[in-house]
């Protein structure tokens, strides 16, 4: 009979989206004639570029011939689209080397997978709200979670505490689901203590395209030392629209070495290699080929413009929080606006008062962790006039 | 300080093809006007079909506009696909419910994140020699592991051992690295030896398209019982030469239900599906629209076309074996042909004395267990051409 993992046992259902679903399908049922509009949509909406899809297609007809077929491909991606990733690190003024960056099918199998290169017995600091792949993936695992509280007093940016000591840290900046961003000298501290704890960052970084100001760090490694302390996680998904295409990647430095028990040296990166390489392929050639394409001049400007669009709805939302004096956080850097929710309600009343007033779906911020359950977030993934006509009706309605 | 999963130490280096390039490359520096014919390849190297063309650049073309743009789909993969896989297993008198069948970028990850599911605490049978994937995947999880003697006295194909009791057995038919494929009987000697233990069987059936007798079974689900004790794992590397493009499938039934410690219980179907929605987002839109129209009668004649080709050279390469008296395994099932080094030589001996006598590169039986030491892999993937000049060296040398 076999043993099966019982650390699945600890997993709550991951009832999120099926729940707002269930309710959204119950109401447009009994309310046929009203026009729900959703920005609850973790997802881009606008078509990809045609850059990406010339890419895409160049990958399909090298697939036709057999000069240049192209079969089992590199497990850490073709060289061609590593270094295009690093190039695109240095014009935003971070030196990554092309050898450490891993391509694979997005950045959620990545920050899932990394869990195995890691202990049980580990002080693993994630925030409370947050991405839930983190959490879930630790508990499948068996591993103990200490939740660093994000909340309105830190603006949703939590920091160090100095006096406790950590082993690996998440961060997630943009972040999912609150929008709040990192600054420099935020960051730097964060550096600076896994430096001192000798501990490591595991860092998010998918919504970085959304970063406009200069000013704010896009990458870990613009903050001195990061690359002995720190791993990051990127995604085409929002820079790109890749989500339903499927391509992340994952930097993970030479430098992060650590002791094992017997006195030897572990290499993170060499272990990373070795993880990619025995339990995955690569990602497909296609794919890789559509992704270099993003990465020229002209496929990022496709990008940026695509940003630009969701970036106006964010505006439009901001600016109607803002009227009302609802406080938000988020909106400008980030895809992603959350705010309390109004007259003290939890966020799934808040939920179905929205959908049944004003017939706008959002993300109950209790899908987030603890800290969200008086929360909710908006998403600026729907299009111009939905958002316009969803922000009149929050207008009408508070 | 993060403590490392230290189970990494345990892995032997994986420096088979590494080492058989490197070889290759100081011999063919040494000898530059001799002609080297790779018979080592377990890559496809027909280009896809056109079937499977058209399809995956309908994918592409769906993400150009927004009416038909795919961004995150359902994590287990497309009803489109699923339904097309249970087809497939339908005309092959095979039946498998879509709703149990997980698309995925392929079967080496699938086979290797299974074992995630698994305690630590569980006797586990692997063939020697087999696929080293099996293996490594188990090690990087602190399993122990027990062998299954495959030699040539059960023609690599072990049985079950039924004064043993084993709680997760891996089987590959048709076998890599062997060629050898199991009979009904023998698998169903197997099944009826799992459901006994209740045990699960992680059957690979990856070279399934292979197999041209009827009588043989291409599932372990033509085996009554198998579906209350297996899981196969099957993809389109070898059936549709998709190594490149990356697409595979695993079978989880819902029968699967194991009790849990605390007496509840536990169905593997509920945690793979868990498992892939956690740490997977699905496979790329597009690769799903090219394995889908692999699918469809056209393509599926276009899959047979590329086999029978590689089939072809099997042959050419068995029917010198058979004239040299050279007692080889598979070869008819399989694109793989396995025999005994001549003369008595270990496997990399004899490397080395076929890539200097004859310039042929094979594989060294070594890379895949203790068992294949003095054995050697021939496979059937290069060109007619090359295939029948390789042999005709062979004939010459021995």
Redesign the interface.
């Known amino acids: 009979?076999?043993?099966?993992?019982?650390n699945?046992?600890h997993?709550k259902e991951?009832y999120l989206f099926a729940e707002i679903a269930h309710r959204v399908a119950k109401y447009t049922e009994e309310n046929p004639d009203k026009k729900v509009i959703r920005l609850g949509i973790g997802?881009?909406?606008?078509?990809?570029g045609?850059l990406?899809?010339q890419g895409?297609?160049e990958g399909?007809d090298a697939?036709?011939?057999?000069s240049t077929?192209?079969?089992?491909?590199p497990e850490q991606g073709y060289p061609f689209l590593r270094e295009a990733i690093s190039a695109y690190y240095a014009e935003n003024g971070v030196c990554v080397d092309a050898g450490d960056i891993f391509i694979s099918?997005?950045a959620?199998?990545d920050t899932?997978?990394i869990t195995?290169?890691?202990?049980v017995?580990?002080v693993i600091l994630i925030p409370d709200p947050v991405y839930p792949?983190y959490v879930?993936?630790n508990l499948?695992g068996g591993k103990n979670i200490t939740y660093l509280s994000g909340n309105a007093e830190n603006g949703f940016l939590p920091m160090p505490d100095h006096s406790m000591h950590a082993?690996?840290i998440y961060l997630c900046s943009p972040n999912n689901p609150t929008g709040a961003v990192y600054n420099r000298e935020q960051l730097k501290e964060w550096v600076d203590y896994a430096l001192a704890?000798?501990?490591?960052i595991l860092f998010d970084s998918a919504y970085e395209a959304f970063i406009t100001d200069p000013e704010l760090p896009r990458s870990i490694y613009a903050i001195e030392g990061a690359k002995r302390c720190a791993i990051e996680f990127c995604s085409l998904s929002k820079t790109a629209?890749f989500?339903?295409?499927?391509c992340g990647y994952t930097v993970v430095p030479k430098e992060l070495v650590?002791?094992?028990?017997?006195g030897?040296e572990?290499s993170?990166h060499a272990?990373w290699n070795?993880?990619q390489?025995?339990?995955?392929?690569?990602?497909?050639?296609?794919?890789q080929k559509?992704a270099a394409a993003v990465f020229t001049k002209e496929g990022m400007q496709q990008c940026r413009e695509h940003i630009a669009y969701y970036q106006e709805n964010a505006r439009i939302i901001a600016e109607t929080l803002t009227r009302k004096k609802i406080r938000f956080f988020g909106g400008v850097h980030s895809p992603y606006i959350w705010f309390e929710c109004p007259m003290g309600m939890e966020s799934w009343e808040f939920f179905d008062y929205l959908l049944t007033h004003a017939q706008v779906v959002g993300t109950p911020g209790a899908g987030f962790g603890e800290n969200g359950k008086h929360y909710f977030r908006l998403t600026s993934f729907n299009n111009h006039e939905n958002t316009i006509e969803a922000m009149k009706r929050f207008d009408e309605l508070f």
Chains 1, 2 share one sequence.
């Open positions: 009979m076999p043993k099966l993992n019982e699945y046992q997993l991951s997802d881009v909406t606008l078509p990809l045609s990406a899809l895409l297609h399909v697939m036709a011939d057999s077929f192209k079969g089992y491909g099918d997005g959620k199998s899932g997978n195995e290169l890691f202990d017995d580990n792949v879930d993936t499948m082993d690996i704890n000798h501990a490591v629209g989500t339903g295409t499927r650590f002791p094992a028990s017997n030897t572990m993170l272990m070795r993880r390489s025995t339990k995955f392929n690569g990602t497909s050639y296609i794919v559509g």
